[in-house]
């Protein structure tokens, strides 16, 4: 309770509420911006917080964050583009109620789904993350690694269109880590006599790179949508606020059903809001008495699909503060913000910083509501913004990116390591791998090399990894999710191979 | 995709993804060798090289399997039309690799002209390549190009305290 109080001062500072009401706006425009990511949003934000208390810039990141998944909305609702990939499913029923006449009331729904899926998954995160933390404290170095091969295997697999390339892409990204210094003795590992490699490739780098440069260089591919600037479709926007809360909570069940698939799917390790968005959607019309108006701009539809993603912000946090394992992207960079400031993240984050993990409960709730405030009162000024073209977009992004690379370790060859990051990054995602697997490798990676070593010098017998029952829990279920994903794999291409054999014949 | 059909872009990219795994292959044999040479210690069962032993033997073994995989779906005919649908690939991009030299050279020139100077050609210039070129939006881009190279200098300088490369003048 003390740590609560502790938090809860932090918190509510006019400083660090000034900072989140900005992030939150930040967020929100940011996500509005076709191309521009929820994720490379906070990537731009990481920088900006160095200078701040640690639970401050956590603070304001979590407001970009929660903004974020809002503002993915806007351009989802208005023009049929997902802003981000978390709103993919939106697109499904605000833009045909958007084109009936009803732009306002389509974001209005949209708006409050996302306030109580959040709120939601907060409540959940509160409850869930203390016990899990207790029990992860009597986690060995056994179950550690049994558990990050776990995260791993089911990030690969769970990512993207091909398992093989998934698993490829993650432990491309454990190779990565491994250059420069050893976690262990400080041993110098691969760098060739270069002395840029020798302290390794920093994270942060590799995410700006990753996430950010190869996305922005993939929003030029097809050069005449780039040229051609394409008007937005305004109508009348009414925002309907009271009315519209009232028919949100009129659907308590689908509610809190695609509130709770976000949470669960949020607290999975790689699945995040854009998984989460199209399963609960999907759940939502299969309860549905009217599973045929599904498509043509069903309230139930909207408030499924934002509910479900917004909710993931919190159930993403579980395993982050409960084990210390990022389950996402932007559970990563959150991570490394921690990190940055000297805090290590793991099970112990609860115990030895009680203050700081009850600051960002109450952080995410406080941005919920910012998100409210700030989407009732200007959402006609946020439409604007779905209106910046990609030309403008790509240059400004691209230099704060080099701004925010520079400026973690005022070093030059960072910069060097960037471009070639983000080429590096273009060229697989061109080739379809999946990048977020390849991401959590990287800060996996020394995470599982550090408790893999120290279990063989606690005990260099290797039986213990499976005889050790949580160990044995962990590893089976890496099995089983490879396993799952293959079958799903084989099962995709047969009924392919069948619809084209039918075609032909 | 113009130029080609789509069951021809779709081989030809089974083919460049084939070949990317002979590259991850060929890197994994190199660099697992390499950590075979990473001295070990007394006081460990596992030594500095071990972990990068088995990250890479894991690579090789994953890339193998692709690569089978890849060999049975791409027919024969294939590998003879994957220059040109390469060519036609990287022409059809053709602004994603102006971008990307674009970026590094920019980011080449940084310490040499400085942050503001190399911040506001790259802006403005990456900006007049992707526009449709009119008045108005030539004006906002110069605008833009200014706010974020002298604004960001400002900003980081006065506010953060982190002062950008300012080149040798």
Known sequence: MEDFLIGAAQIFTLATLAYMLAGSVAGILAAAIPGFTVTMAIVLTLPLTFAMEPLQGIAVMLSVYVGGYTGGLISAALLGIPGTPSSVATTFDAFPMARNGEPGRALSIGVWASFFGTVISTIVLIFAAPPLALFAVRLGPWEYFSLIVFALTIVGSLVGSSVIRGMLAG????????????????????????????TGFPFLVVLIGIFAISQLVAEVEDADKVRSGNPLVTGAIDFQTWKVMKEVLMRPVNLVRSSIIGVLIGALPGAGGSIANLVAYDQAKRASKHSENFGKGETDGIVASEAGNSATAGGGLIPLIGLGIPGSAVDAILMASLMVHGISVGPRLILDNGDLVYGMFIAMAVASLMMLAVSVFSMRLFLRVTEVPKWLIVPVVMTCCVVGTFALNNRVTDL??????????????????SLAPLVLGVILGPIAETNLRRALMTDSDLSLFVTRPISLIFLTAALLSIAWAIRSHLKNRNTAERSSDASTS | MRGAGPDEAKEAGEIARLLSYVVILLASFGLFFAATGIPTSRFETLGAGAFPQIVFAAIAFVAVIAIIDALRKIPGQAYGRFAAETGGWVRRRYLVFIILGALALYILAIPIIGFSIASFVFVFAVQVILMPRRTKSVVIALIIALIFSLGLNWLFAEVFTVFLPRGVF
Not at chain 1, 178 to 187: K, Q
Not at chain 1, 419 to 426: E, H, K, R, S
């Open chain 1, 416 to 433: 060097y390591l960037l471009i070639f990051i983000g080429i590096a990054g273009y060229t697989m995602r061109a080739l379809g791998y």
């Open chain 1, 171 to 198: 432990l491309v990204g454990l190779a990565i880590s491994t250059v420069g210094t050893d976690p262990m003795l400080g041993r110098p590992r691969f760098d060739f006599g270069i002395e840029m490699l020798q």
